[in-house]
């Protein structure tokens, strides 16, 4: 095979595309089919030229997108628009939030220098928190979880007791990318703001699947994300109050209100408003069917693997589209080779360090030992998910958990 | 089949995995992580243990198509290589961990691993050549050779897994004419890996530095160089670390009474002492090994073959028997003399090209 023809992976005939039929997809939660609207919307934007900064009719029309999609996210989002900072993705806006937060409030007042997360937030808040505390002279306090990974608002409630006056901010997520527990925000705003000190929230996994309301939520900033929801990866925002102190991460030209310099993605901005636009219209029906389909998914799974231990909180308190679980005896990886080989796509959960499989920090944050958190995986659903992909799942997964114990006991 | 293809990052793994993928296989494609603080970039020789090297092998494997798996294989290096090449250099031998990888590790721990997952064979970029014997009476049997190219053959440090594993091994790259021809095909292949240099280090030790690698593991202890009587002609910072054979790095304060250069000829753990001499101290004409892995029926009898004590030594003309009840010794007569045999290596006895057994040298004798 000559070296131009393994290269060719960018062309839109290419190969991976054609062979790749997604038969059963169970790992939404990484990232979800693009809308076929926003595919369309998408084609056709790039069809345009324009920088939303230029003062032509270009860049008039590209200002328009920009601004409309602002106004359509703001609104199915309960935020105002000139509270929408569109950004590169989740992890851009968490570490917009963490580290302008922190940067903003400590220089106002040196001593604001703690950073309070929960010990089960994704790694785009919890390494910028780390990476403040080593760099930026930061304190980091972790917030216990128990043992669904909901956080100890009475730990909560006596750190700001005792520190208040000493603290940055707060980041707790909405719900949780793992285990799909949602969190009590609204006991995590009402601690927080009685204390004066601001409060951010990842809520990448849970703009779609419950109900998020920005103004009404009482959070200073939220973190939202486009490639869970239908809209291409490299698309997502950080909403922040308009009050809300935040040091740039960039600078430039000046672009969203000076605290992202860079060009306006509007080809983004437009994906990213149509994928938040039909999520959240379709969200009540989305989240009643999903949720069904997840507990047809879990009570499968059981029966075929009757061991296995459902990791989270209970269904009402969790995000519909997750279910997580471990599987004793197990390496969540040997499981997903053998799911993989089998055209099943699943995750384990959690990320790994330099390619080696870690155990969840999640899953030990909420006491599950080593050993047992090892062996997880999650399944996520999305609008493409059927009652034909759990019936593949739940045929496939005794002959695999059987095998991945055998080669767990070598 | 259902091939595990272990994917290094290197040349010769990702060309080996691809004529498995040609030869009609089912692929699958999988680094394993062996050493517990991982570099992020590849620095001088060594060739498998890097982030950069884990990113070069799932490049090899999405370029081929085969998925792509990395394996946490770290605890049991640790507690089988590392740990033995230390035990060994602190008893006064030379290990080779190469060997013990391959039997602890590449031929054990991923063999049953792949077996249990539902793999039928391992596939490896090793120059060695499997021949598969069907005998007269329909008993197949499998035999390991030299690869056909002398310069790369490896089938010195893969003795040591034994007959019942080569049914469960494959190493596409015994036939390959020369390295270069290797890196010729993986440039026609599209494999960004085609250049990369060959490793020829301990992928453990980081920077090559094999002495201080001992010293930080197993601590300093200063201990005194004698000669062959006994006389005391310098110190040293720990018995361990040397090898017999070994002439560099002796730091001795005086020359040797016929003003020759004197080499290591023993190590002596016990009393922490290195002793020193003539070159021809050196040379030995038996050999005895424990740990004896046989391709044919071991035999008390003495046995016609050539003997090879080094990865690329030059195999001498020997006879070797089986001792014990269960043939797990060796003794091996050398017809001409070898020089720096030291206990703790690996010991190969070759018909031609054929492997016939694999023993652990525990002693020589001039």
């Known amino acids: ?410 | 089949m259902r091939v595990l293809a272990a994917l290094s990052g290197g040349v010769d793994s990702a060309v080996a995995a691809a004529r498995a993928v040609d030869a009609g296989h089912d692929v699958v494609g999988v680094h394993m992580a062996l050493s517990r603080e991982r570099a992020e970039y590849r620095t001088g020789s060594r060739g498998c243990c890097s982030i950069e090297d884990a990113g070069d092998a799932r490049r090899a494997a999405d370029v081929l198509g085969i998925p792509y798996y990395v394996w946490d294989l770290s605890e049991r290096f640790e507690d089988t290589v590392v740990a033995d090449f230390l035990a060994e250099y602190a008893a006064g031998r030379t290990p080779n961990p190469c060997v013990r990888c391959n039997e602890h590790i590449k031929f054990a721990a991923l063999l049953d691993r792949a077996a249990a997952l539902g793999f039928d064979a391992v596939c490896t970029g090793h120059y060695a050549r499997i021949e598969t014997v069907v005998g007269a009476d329909g008993a197949v049997t499998r035999e390991l050779h030299r690869a056909r190219d002398a310069a790369k053959d490896q089938s010195y440090v893969l003795a040591v897994m034994g007959t019942d594993r080569l049914a469960r091994s494959m190493f596409p790259l015994g036939d390959a004419p020369s390295k270069d021809a290797v890196r010729a095909e993986a440039r026609e292949r599209g494999l960004g890996v085609s250049a990369k240099p060959d490793s020829y280090d301990i992928c453990f030790v980081a920077d090559g530095d094999t002495q201080g690698f001992l010293r930080e593991r197993l601590g300093a202890r200063a201990g005194d160089v004698v000669d062959a009587d006994g006389t005391v002609v310098g110190r040293h910072d720990g018995a361990y670390a040397f090898t017999v054979g070994q002439r560099r790095g002796l730091h001795l304060d005086r020359p040797g009474p016929d003003g020759r250069p004197r080499y290591v000829v023993e190590v002596r753990p016990s009393t922490n002492t290195v002793v020193v001499g003539a070159a021809e101290l050196l040379t030995v004409t038996r050999v005895a090994g424990d740990r004896a892995v046989w391709f044919v029926p071991p035999s008390p009898q003495r046995l016609a073959c050539e003997a090879q004590v080094r990865a690329h030594g030059a195999p001498v003309p020997a006879r070797v028997r089986a001792l014990g009840p269960a043939h797990d010794a060796v003794e091996v007569e050398l017809a001409t003399g070898l020089r720096g045999v030291a206990a703790g290596q690996s010991l190969v006895l070759y018909d031609g090209t054929r492997v016939l057994a694999q023993a652990t040298v525990t002693g020589a004798e001039r």
């Open chain 1, 1 to 410: 095979m000559p070296a131009a023809v393994a290269r060719a992976g960018i062309r839109p005939d290419d190969r991976f595309v054609d062979s790749w039929p997604v038969t059963v997809y169970l790992d939404h939660a990484a990232t979800s089919p693009v809308h076929p609207l926003v595919v369309e919307a998408v084609l056709d934007q790039l069809g345009r030229t324009g920088n939303a900064s230029s003062l032509h009719d270009a860049g008039r029309a590209a200002r328009r997108v920009v601004e409309e999609s602002r106004e359509v996210l703001a609104a199915r989002l309960g935020a105002r628009p000139s509270e929408v900072v569109l950004t590169s993705g989740g992890t851009e806006a968490d570490n917009l939030a963490l580290k302008g937060l922190y940067w903003a409030r400590s220089g106002a007042d040196p001593r604001r220098r703690r950073v309070l997360v929960s010990g089960v937030e994704h790694h785009a808040v919890l390494d910028p928190a780390v990476w403040l505390a080593e760099r930026c002279g930061a304190e980091l306090v972790v917030l216990p979880v128990d043992a669904v990974g909901r956080v100890d608002l009475d730990a909560l409630e006596a750190e700001l007791t005792a520190h208040a006056d000493r603290t940055a901010l707060v980041s707790v997520m909405w719900a949780n990318n793992e285990v799909g527990t949602v969190q009590p925000l609204a006991g995590v705003v009402e601690l927080a703001h009685r204390h004066g000190v601001p409060v951010h929230a990842d809520a990448v996994q849970a703009v779609g699947q419950l109900p998020v309301d920005f103004a009404a939520s009482g959070l200073d900033a939220m973190t939202v994300s486009g490639h869970k929801i239908g809209a291409p990866v490299g698309t997502g925002a950080l909403l922040a109050r308009r009050e809300l102190p935040l040091a740039p991460l960039t600078h430039g030209g000046g672009q969203e209100r000076g605290v992202r310099s860079g060009t306006v993605d509007v080809v983004g901005a437009r994906a990213l408003a149509l994928a938040v636009d039909l999520a959240v219209r379709d969200r009540p029906e989305h989240a009643r069917r999903v949720g069904a389909l997840r507990d047809r998914l879990l009570a499968a799974v059981q029966e075929a693997v009757p061991d296995a231990v459902v990791r989270g909180a209970a269904a009402g308190e969790r995000l519909p589209a997750n279910a997580h679980l471990t599987f004793p005896g197990c390496e969540g990886d040997a499981l997903l080779y053998l799911l993989d080989s089998r055209g099943i796509r699943c995750s384990t959960g959690s990320a790994c360090r330099a390619g080696v499989p870690q155990p969840s920090h999640v899953l030990l944050a909420m006491g599950v030992p080593d050993r047992e958190a090892r062996g997880a995986l999650r399944f996520s659903l999305g609008r493409t998910s059927s009652d034909d992909d759990v019936a593949a799942l739940a045929a496939v997964l005794p002959e695999v958990v059987e095998r991945a114990r055998a080669a767990g006991r070598v």
